[in-house]
Nanobody, 119 residues
Framework: QVQLVESGGGSVQPGGSLRLSCTASISISSIYRMGWYRQAPGKQRELVASKTGSGTTNYADSVKGRFTISRDTVKNTVYLQMNSLKPEDTAVYYC?????????????WGQGTQVTVSS
């Protein structure tokens, strides 16, 4: 079982920045991939960014060049640095951990943190 606690959401004007944090209850070195998803009202949850333990990163096209995902294995925390925010980035952001347990891939989720971009 993995608990994920997120922080860092809030309201910001277009062009501003926010940094989201997600701290895991276990060593993230044992987690295959950590990522951030988001869900806007009336839309499906979508992958924003992910990073594997080997360092492979993946970004949604809509955030490339603006968002950066990073991991701190000492603090067991993954970050999402969001720059040049746009109103369309408004959503609830969820931290995700994907881990291989026995022979199954399991996904764990944080509680979500609201990001609102508005003037």
């Amino acid at each position: 079982q993995v608990q994920l606690v997120e922080s860092g959401g809030g309201s910001v004007q277009p062009g501003g920045s926010l940094r989201l944090s997600c701290t895991a209850s276990i060593s993230i070195s044992s987690i295959y991939r950590m990522g951030w998803y988001r869900q806007a009202p009336g839309k499906q949850r979508e992958l924003v960014a992910s990073k594997t333990g080997s360092g492979t990163t993946n970004y949604a096209d809509s955030v490339k060049g603006r968002f950066t995902i990073s991991r701190d294995t000492v603090k067991n925390t993954v970050y999402l640095q969001m720059n040049s925010l746009k109103p369309e980035d408004t959503a609830v952001y969820y931290c995700n951990a994907r881990r291989l347990e026995a022979v199954r891939w399991l996904d764990y989720w944080g509680q979500g943190t609201q990001v609102t971009v508005s003037s």
